[in-house]
Nanobody, 120 residues
């Protein structure tokens, strides 16, 4: 069973940056794609970004393209989300997840989430 632990969230002013981390344990980290999702209050959880097993392919939601960058370090079993030019609309609980192979970013394991709050 894979365990995921996010960190790096916090309070930041609009226009600022944050870097989220998600550390994985148990399982072979380099064997699966990873993704970030977020959920704002009163809204459904939404896809943010995903990265393939060896970082060959990355995918982003239109709302974060050009501002967010997903990356991973398989040696450290960690996936990152660099977030720049943050706005109040980015305020949410951010989750990382392990992508089910050959799925359309379906997730079988989630972290507990890390809160990002952007003040305007």
């Amino acid at each position: 069973q894979v365990q995921l632990v996010e960190s790096g969230g916090g309070l930041v002013q609009a226009g600022g940056s944050l870097r989220l981390s998600c550390a994985a344990s148990r399982g072979t980290f380099s064997g699966y794609a990873m993704a970030w999702f977020r959920q704002a209050p009163g809204k459904e959880r939404e896809f943010v970004a995903a990265i393939s097993r060896r970082s060959i392919r990355t995918t982003y939601a239109d709302s974060v393209k050009g501002r967010f960058t997903i990356s991973r370090d398989n040696a450290k079993s960690t996936v990152y989300l660099q977030m720049n030019s943050l706005s109040a609309e980015d305020t949410a609980l951010y989750y990382c997840g392990k992508v089910i192979p050959d799925s359309d970013y379906a997730i079988d394991y989630w972290g507990q989430g890390t809160q990002v709050t952007v003040s305007s």
